[in-house]
């Protein structure tokens, strides 16, 4: 006799016969009475799957608790005669009875020796153990509480995120269609950047030509081959027509401005910071100590006597850089940088640090006078920056609303603005620590306020909970894909969305075991990129966001992280003041080869040289040597300060630059293939203990690399700008 199984696990298993939304889902379109409406015909549906109506597979938990539930209850079986079988009338449900009732009942149950139809949900039982283990389950249970559809058509299997997972078999090309997608139009696009960004290692080639993009020179600066050919120039009239018909007057309208003096700007430009800052740079053998007053800068060729191949400049901005970031402006050969840094009210008594009385990120904080620096930087004809003209301090923009963290430019000028990039030029985005995302329309009417408005609160078009805790970052996938959202959370994880559905279209990335603090989207490769807990560069491609690709690694935790939109090149800078450049498009086509990364330089800080645990003898001046450690329980060596003059000749450190904070910069390091996986027994034999392993190492607080950008235009794309915890900001030409 053939035996069938009718548990409603099997059916959902089964290939169905047509995807349309019509027929999969036409239960849906029922009467109350089982009877399809007017103009549409249900199919029929076999196997005793009328008793369970809906097509979704169920949670792994969910199903563990249905077959715990079994075990209580025993449920009589009906007779499996033909009659019943062939009988169009439903069955009369059947009663259930406690499992303790059912022992103590005094007339034996009747159960059938061969059934034709194995009861639901009872594999387990023992009276249909050979049988069960003949009839395969439509469930697998995988690694980490998924589920897996057993089916035979691979064409119609069901995926819980839509694609299908990394193919088993098969080399490059299934690869990068899982990545990309399956067609033409979605590989092209990859394929064309990889090949002609070969060239380009780490740092980008500073060639650029202004003809079309055919025929620049491989590995030159370029927009990117997943922009559309021709949107920008397509689309500029209908938005230049907006600009100067609509929004500059909204804009002049909506401000209001005062100029003030030199005296009265002084309270907005108050920083906790240091008046002067002493910077160590230049020859490893031969370094100089330059002194930087608060407001300063000067030439990073000024440390190397005779080398004026270097272009760029080192700012001492007296505190905390915030942020800073380049101006939309391709034509004209000024680029203007806006650079916030750390202020603090003046009124007041100020907390210690780690004293705070309240938490501050979630506390808001009164206003107080702060400010933003913009600063001009002039290019010669071919893009280069001009190290012959000192930058300029072009306008400081005053507010009383307390410090900004973070800026971000319109991506576009008014003057190149299209009808796609106006969306995201016009529309900024806001996250917030209790989870929520605003987005609001600048050309929309009232949300700028008008000059007679006293109180003034714009509503957003689009305002939703998209996280249950704090918001650290938040990136759009623009110019490509400017619909798909991605903000990293406090609970370790981070989420995409599509703004177009953000309640359907989501999903979340593998969850970290540290605070994501940064992100940035790599336009090249179609991913997100971020730092993850061991110190190394994940990508998470819009396809695939709930998968880490990985292509730098520091030695310390990421920071900043910093992409272009003319070429793919990559900064990352850490805690410990490193700052590495790398290509990643090669890694990411092809996950086999090793990618390449150069540091662009490394920011140390050290304080006062009294607050060391070695102390120089008072009143003197010293020499500082490394010298062979007494017994270490950590292995590492420890400076030893020594007065008087060394063997060698070498000059005393005066006590008067002892005395202050330092700050040493080292650059001219080689290109180097790192790899991704830590050396364990490499770096446990640095620490000195095997058995330890690796460890997380400390550094000063104002070491770290707070900020970076690179110059989003694309004439001038190999400029970039890094900002430091000490106060410090260097911009600099890095083009090779």
Not at 654 to 668: A, D, K, N
Request: net charge negative; proline share 8%; hydrophobic share 30%.
């Amino acid at each position: 006799m053939s035996i069938e199984h009718s548990s409603p696990r099997q059916s959902r298993g089964k290939p169905r016969k047509s995807y349309r939304v019509e027929d999969e889902y036409s239960f849906l379109d029922e009467d109350e009475d089982g009877s399809a409406p007017f103009g549409k015909q249900t199919p029929s549906v076999q196997n005793g799957d009328d008793d369970d109506g809906d097509d979704f597979m169920p949670d792994a938990q969910e199903e563990e608790a249905e077959y715990e539930e079994e075990d209580e209850v025993v449920e009589e079986e009906e007779d499996s005669s033909e009659e019943h079988a062939n009988s169009d009338e439903s069955p009369a449900p059947t009663p259930k009875r406690n499992a303790r009732d059912a022992r103590n009942a005094r007339v034996p149950q009747a159960v059938p020796t061969t059934p034709d139809v194995i009861p639901k949900r009872r594999y387990n039982d023992p009276r249909y153990k050979d049988m069960a283990d003949n009839i395969p389950s439509p469930v697998i249970f995988k690694k980490g509480g998924g589920i897996k559809v057993r089916v035979v058509d691979t064409d119609t299997q069901l995926r819980t995120r839509g694609i299908p997972d990394f193919d088993k078999i098969g080399g490059h090309e299934p690869r990068l269609k899982n990545l990309f997608g399956p067609d033409v139009h979605h590989l092209r696009p990859v394929l064309e950047s990889r090949d002609y960004w070969f060239p380009q290692e780490t740092f980008p080639i500073r060639s650029y030509k202004k003809n079309k993009p055919d025929d620049a020179e491989v590995g030159s600066l370029r927009r990117s081959f997943f922009e559309a050919e021709g949107a920008r120039e397509k689309e500029n009239e209908v938005l230049k027509t907006w600009y100067a018909n609509t929004g500059s007057h909204a804009f002049a309208k909506a401000q209001t401005t005062n100029k003030l003096t030199a005296d009265e700007a002084k309270q907005y430009m108050i920083t906790p910071g240091s008046d002067t800052m002493n910077v160590l740079a230049g020859p490893v053998n031969t370094p100089q100590v330059n002194t930087l007053a608060r407001g300063a800068y000067m030439s990073i060729a000024k440390p190397f006597p005779g080398d004026q191949e270097r272009r760029g400049w080192l700012f001492n901005l007296g505190s905390w850089v915030q942020d800073a970031q380049w101006a939309t402006n391709e034509e004209s050969s000024t680029q203007y940088l806006a650079v916030a840094i750390d202020q603090r009210p003046t009124s007041g008594d100020q907390p210690k640090p780690l004293e705070q009385p309240k938490a501050p990120a979630f506390n808001p904080t009164e206003p107080f006078p702060a400010s933003i620096q913009i600063w001009s930087f002039e290019a010669d004809d071919v893009g280069d920056l001009d190290a012959s003209k000192e930058p300029q301090l072009e306008l400081v923009i005053c507010t009383d609303w307390g410090a900004p963290k973070h800026l971000r430019w319109c991506p576009v000028a008014a003057t190149d603005m299209t009808e796609e990039t106006k969306d995201a030029g016009s529309r900024p985005i806001v996250a917030t620590a209790a989870g929520t995302v605003g987005i609001w329309s600048l050309d929309r009417p009232g949300t700028l306020r008008t000059p007679d408005a006293t109180h003034h609160n714009p509503r957003p078009w689009f305002y939703q909970q998209l996280a249950d805790t704090y918001i650290l970052t938040v990136s759009s996938g623009w110019p490509s894909n400017p619909q798909f959202l991605s903000i990293s959370t406090a609970d370790g994880f981070a989420r995409l969305f599509d703004l177009r559905s953000p309640n359907a279209d989501t999903t979340a990335s593998i969850r970290g075991r540290t605070l994501c603090l940064t992100q940035a989207w790599h336009e090249h490769t179609q991913s997100f990129v971020m730092p993850d807990e061991h110190y190394i560069l994940r990508h998470t491609p819009i396809r695939r966001y709930y998968h880490n690709l990985y292509s730098m690694r520091l030695e310390n935790s990421i920071t900043r992280v910093a992409t272009s939109p003319v070429h793919p090149g990559v900064l990352i800078g850490g805690v410990d003041g490193d700052i590495q450049a790398s290509n990643p498009i090669m890694r990411i086509t092809n996950y086999k080869i090793m990618p390449w990364q150069q540091k662009w330089f490394v920011h140390e800080w050290r304080g006062p040289i009294v607050r060391m645990p070695a102390k120089p003898t008072i009143g003197e001046d010293v020499t500082m040597t490394e010298v062979e450690p007494a017994e270490q329980p950590d292995g590492d060596t420890v400076p030893e300060l020594q007065a008087g003059e060394s063997a060698d000749g070498t000059k005393k450190v005066p006590q008067e630059v002892l005395s202050q904070p330092l700050v040493r910069i080292t650059e001219g390091y080689k290109a180097g293939q790192t790899g991704i996986a830590h050396s364990t027994s490499a770096n446990a034999t640095k620490r000195g203990n095997p058995e330890v392993g690796r460890s997380i190492s400390i550094f000063e607080e104002l070491t770290a690399i707070t900020a970076l950008a690179w110059n989003p235009n694309l004439k001038f794309g190999t400029w970039a700008v890094a900002g430091m915890a000490s106060g410090l900001l260097r911009v600099e030409d890095v083009g090779i």
